[in-house]
């Protein structure tokens, strides 16, 4: 089974990666509870200093969670080519976009463990402010979560064109760049406004007050349209 494949490949990486947001999550627990009054017993500037590192490793540990995209999106069904494994897999009995979207599945189930993983751990931290109420912490999910899902996906795609992990990754690299350089040139030299993916960014954050569902929407259908590009280019690949 298909699915199988793609858990088998795809595990190592997830578990690598759920590994590191607990071990963060543990430690911004252990310094928020001081369960054996180890950093009560430290000087005041030395628990400030444990305090603030826990907090800057938890943001860090929720802002780069999207960008495990980047891997696991490099690790999809395009990589088939460069271990010289597509001509076996498209000569089974099964629809070529079969093996396309199992795979994109497998990874958006890993990502969406990631992202939910690295929420649940955000909530250790000893500052409220974090995720004040359930909506919050909802909203934050959406809106990474999307994030995330895009990153994904646009690597995905990339792979895919390119037959290549490590091309894919570059190629989506060079996308993003020219993305950004394209809004920042667009922005401040034409007064126009052009979606811009980090909106999502902003839209999680406890302050905002922007419109989330719109945003959302938006860039889940982007997804879409990346993925439809993927099975396209993916059905007419010479094997």
């Avoid at 905002?208 to 099975?231: I, Y």
């Amino acid at each position: 089974m298909y699915f199988w494949k793609c858990w088998r490949d795809t595990r190592g990486t997830l578990f690598a990666l759920l590994g590191a947001v607990l071990a963060v999550g543990a430690f911004g627990a252990y310094v928020a509870l001081d369960p054996l009054g180890w950093l009560a017993a430290k000087p005041l500037d030395a628990r400030i200093l444990w305090q603030y590192s826990s907090v800057a490793l938890l943001g860090t540990m929720l802002g780069t969670a999207p960008v495990a995209g980047f891997w696991l999106g490099a690790l999809g069904v395009g990589a088939e080519f460069e271990k010289g494994t597509a001509d076996f897999l498209l000569t089974r009995p099964r629809a070529r976009g079969y093996f396309l979207w199992a795979s994109w599945a497998v990874g958006a189930a890993h990502m969406a463990a990631l992202v939910l993983a690295a929420h649940v751990a955000q909530l250790t931290r000893s500052d409220p402010r974090a995720f004040g109420s359930l909506w919050v912490f909802l909203r934050s999910l959406a809106a990474l979560g999307t994030l995330a899902l895009l990153f994904y996906t646009l690597t995905y795609l990339m792979t895919t064109l390119a037959g290549n992990s490590r091309h894919g990754i570059a190629l989506t690299l060079g996308v993003i760049i020219v993305y950004e350089g394209l809004w920042m040139w667009l922005r401040f030299w034409y007064d126009i406004n052009i979606p811009f993916f980090f909106d999502l960014w902003r839209a999680a954050s406890p302050t905002s007050t922007s419109s989330l569902l719109p945003l959302v929407a938006g860039w889940l259908a982007v997804c879409l349209a990346l993925m439809l590009a993927a099975q396209f280019r993916f059905e007419r690949a010479e094997v």
